[in-house]
């Protein structure tokens, strides 16, 4: 609040030299304005702008007071969003000390911005607090389960070792001729059923293609050669036979059990066991599935992490399988072999569980929330101490924060107001307030000077909302205003603008700047288009959803976030969509009163003044009904007149509307409300006293219209609609009077409407849709098109040639252009009708 109010006090003073030399020079560019009021500004203009709904009527304004205006405009927001450059110090955050500065007495001080650095690279940083997924160490147990149950049924399908006695032949050999190839067993076969081979020929050699046939047999084929020659030795041929159809049949076994093990998968497509664990014997087959749920319930338990890559899961299953696989050792057993025996057991056990190991660490999202939390609260107040005496920072060195935390403690800052920054910062506000004045000037909305206090006191509440430091600077409220009020087009540059201007004469953050701004130029593209304050509320919830969406976009793109501070990034946003709804329901409050008060004509006003319930129309119903239709069959013809020409047609609508209210003050003195009884002119006699009474609704209905405080766009419908168009009933009649008495002066101008002649299209079109209606009217049911189209245009040309739409920018192409339509319009209304039998509306 002290920087504002510097800021204030600051913006007072160097306003006070500009507003004296504004004293002594306004006294004469106002007299300079009363001599030129009679001539050069007699009548206003108006233009209608139907792409963004906005009608507004505008004053030539002369040269030096525009001028005038200008300068205190770039002036006056130079002053409230140059903010920066009040009392800006010299030395800075990162600049070289000029000089050696000490601290005149002992002092410690709270480093704010470190401490909200730290804070904020704590959240950042936090910690994910895990927990154990139960769901997922349940499937992996049931899993587990299921693999060491099929792998039981597989072994029992296999067959056991041994499988013959091992008086016929060894564990060994019977192991491998149940797993050997069938080329490999038959030429086992085949040389231990050779005569000429023998065991001493195996072990001594001897020459030939028998002895290369040997040559070739590895040390397990050379195994089971020479046991099954000894077995040939000591047996009959015939047991030979028998012996073979049960190694066969056994291999057979074997094989038909191995294909379903190749069958056997995890969920995850791994395959858990291989042919070696059929050639275990049982007591290691039942080590091994212990050691496998053991080891599997450790690692379960202590968690495992998604990250961890499968090198140390391997790692891990290893260490764990230390001291928990407790093999059985046969008596007899040779080193070599229990090693053999003690490595293929571990491996099968490390295969089986890392082929159903997978992570079940998920986070803990209340716990993680809770930890960052702690984490953030835990991080202290970085303080700044500084003895008396001590150097604070030396000559040269450059200045760290908590350097200048003290400096600026002590006033050694050298802060000062910088004049350098502050002009250019006007220059730069000066291209923006041209850049709005060219923006206006190419639309030719013709905006008034209220128009331009009410933008320039959008933008000012945005910089005293920077000032106040208050979430989203109501953006979102500005765009959708300036959208409503005068269109996207302004309402972008100036959104574009303040982008601009904001970060460089004040201290804002620019992500939420950005988010607030996407917000507002959604909500300025979006408001032109609304016709109800229902529609401005939804879109209120779509500006906030966009503020929020890209405040959490920009957030993700441009800070680190941890997974752990999600709920914070998440809230924040939400928190900063809030806001954008916030503003989206201030601008709904405000811009009825705004509206009003600066007398702006929107869509959604447009909309609500021809609401038929509005109480002036109603009573125009109820006094007046003549009227009344005559004002709603005008409107359809001005409405597609100017639907067909381009034009602002709710304008059109709404001023139609009003246009003869005027006529409630005498309504009998109107034909179409005499409803067949006596016309009450004719009762007068007196044409001069009949003409005011028909001019009077002209007066009578701006009076109306300024009690009811209906907009000046509206208002101008009354006199243009009539122009300064001839009575011409009357005014015959007045002659006819004065050819009897040529002593009597009859003056034309008694007998005109005071106007002024249409000043905009729109009022244009109404003019010649009431000249037109009463013709139409009077057409019998069986004229033509071409009748119509004849009379239409005859009245159009009389308007035309009678000059009262010389300022109304219609041209002689629109007169062709009206004229077919308010044809169309009129056969709509007179189409034919199937003349029904009098029967059948006796029976009806």
């Not at 304004?61 to 205190?72: G, K, S």
């Not at 009959?236 to 069958?263: C, D, G, I, N, W």
């Not at 202590?302 to 140390?312: K, T, V, Y």
């Not at 006819?736 to 008495?741: A, D, K, L, M």
Request: hydrophobic share 40%; net charge neutral; with cysteine.
């Amino acid at each position: 609040m002290q920087s504002v109010t510097f800021m204030v006090k600051s913006v007072w003073q160097r306003l006070r030299t500009s507003v004296g030399w504004c004293k002594t020079q306004l006294p004469q560019v106002s007299t300079s304005l009363r001599q030129k009021s009679n001539t050069s500004i007699r009548q206003s203009t108006k233009s209608a702008n139907q792409s963004t709904g906005l009608y507004v009527i505008s004053r030539h304004t002369p040269f030096n007071q525009t001028q005038i205006a200008i300068l205190f405009t770039v002036l006056l927001l130079t002053a409230i969003l140059g903010q920066r450059f009040y009392n800006q110090p010299a030395l800075t955050v990162g600049t070289i000390a000029t000089d050696t500065f000490y601290a005149s007495h002992d002092v410690t001080l709270p480093d704010l911005i470190t401490t909200e650095e730290n804070r904020q690279a704590a959240r950042s940083g936090s910690i994910i607090v895990l927990q154990i997924d139960q769901e997922t160490n349940q499937t992996i147990l049931t899993e587990a389960k299921n693999i060491l149950s099929q792998g039981s049924i597989l072994r029992q399908k296999a067959g056991t070792i041994p499988y013959l006695p091992t008086t016929q032949l060894s564990t060994r050999t019977q192991r491998y001729l149940r797993q050997a190839s069938n080329p490999d067993w038959q030429e086992l076969w085949q040389l231990a059923q050779t005569p000429t081979v023998t065991s001493s020929i195996l072990q001594q050699g001897t020459n030939g293609s028998l002895q290369e046939r040997i040559n070739r047999l590895s040390s397990s084929q050379r195994i089971a050669l020479d046991e099954l020659l000894r077995l040939r030795e000591r047996t009959p041929s015939f047991s030979m036979a028998t012996f073979r159809s049960q190694v066969e049949a056994h291999r057979t076994q074997y094989a038909a059990t191995k294909r379903q093990l190749l069958s056997l998968n995890t969920r995850d497509g791994l395959q858990p066991l291989d042919d070696r664990f059929f050639d275990v014997s049982d007591a290691d087959w039942q080590a091994i599935q212990t050691a496998s749920r053991l080891v599997l319930e450790r690692m379960l338990t202590q968690g495992i992490h998604e990250g961890i890559p499968g090198s140390l899961w391997e790692q891990a299953i290893e260490k764990q399988l230390e001291g928990t696989l407790n093999l059985t050792v046969p008596l007899g057993l040779e080193t070599n072999e229990l090693i053999a025996q003690k490595k293929t057991a571990r491996e099968i056990t490390a295969r089986i569980v890392s082929s159903v190991l997978r992570p079940n660490l998920i986070e803990d999202q209340e716990q993680t929330r809770l930890r960052a939390e702690q984490v953030e609260n835990e991080v202290k107040t970085v303080t700044v101490s500084v003895e008396q005496g001590d150097a604070i920072v030396k000559k040269g060195e450059p200045i760290t924060q908590g350097d200048f935390v003290l400096l600026d403690y002590f006033n050694l800052t050298q802060r000062r107001f910088n004049w350098l920054g502050f002009t250019g910062f006007g220059v730069l506000v000066s291209f923006g307030v041209g850049a709005l004045l060219w923006i206006d000037h190419w639309q030719k909305g013709g905006l008034r000077q209220r128009d331009h206090i009410l933008v320039l006191c959008l933008i000012v509440s945005v910089a005293v909302l920077m000032a106040l430091k208050i979430p989203g600077l109501g953006l979102p409220a500005v765009g959708l205003l300036l959208g409503s009020f005068y269109g996207y087009i302004l309402a972008t540059v100036t959104i574009g603008l303040l982008v601009i201007l904001l970060p460089v004469g004040g201290s804002v953050a620019v992500l939420p700047l950005i988010a607030a701004a996407c917000a507002a130029l959604v909500g300025a593209w979006i408001a032109p288009r609304l016709r109800s304050r229902e529609e401005f509320a939804l879109l209120g919830g779509v500006v906030g959803l966009t503020q929020g969406v890209i405040h959490l976009v920009l957030t993700l793109m441009f800070n680190s976030v941890a997974a752990s501070v999600w709920y914070t990034v998440l809230r924040d946003s939400a928190l900063f969509g809030v806001y954008g709804i916030a503003w989206s329901i201030v601008a709904l409050g405000v811009s009825p009163y705004l509206e009003s008060f600066f007398d702006v004509v929107t869509p959604i006003r447009l909309a609500e003044l021809s609401n038929p319930n509005r109480p002036l129309l109603k009573r125009l119903a109820a006094d007046a009904p003549g009227t009344f239709q005559h004002t709603m069959f005008v409107s359809n013809l001005a409405e597609a007149a100017a639907r067909a020409l381009g034009h602002n047609v709710e304008l059109v609508r709404a001023g139609t509307l009003y246009h003869d209210i005027g006529k409630m003050h005498d309504p009998l003195g109107f034909i179409e409300n005499q409803m067949g009884g006596p016309n009450k002119h004719d009762l007068i006699n007196d044409p001069w006293v009949s003409a005011d009474i028909i001019k009077k609704h002209v007066t009578e209905g701006l009076m109306m219209a300024k009690k009811h405080r209906l907009p000046k766009a509206i208002q101008a419908f009354i006199p243009e609609h009539q122009g300064a168009m001839l009575i011409s009933y009357f005014y015959y009649q007045a002659q006819e009077i004065g050819s009897q008495n040529p002593e009597m002066s009859i003056r034309e101008e008694d007998f005109r409407y005071d106007g002024p002649i249409p000043q905009s299209p729109e009022t244009g079109i109404v003019m010649l849709a009431d000249s037109c209606e009463a013709a139409l009217r009077s057409l019998h049911k069986e004229a033509c098109a071409e009748e119509a189209y004849a009379m239409v245009n005859k009245i159009l040309r009389a308007r035309w040639k009678d000059k009262q739409l010389i300022d109304s920018c219609l041209s002689r192409k629109d007169m062709d252009i009206i004229a077919n339509v308010f044809v169309q319009v009129w056969q709509q209304f007179n189409h034919k009708r199937i003349a029904y039998p009098k029967a059948a509306l006796t029976a009806q």
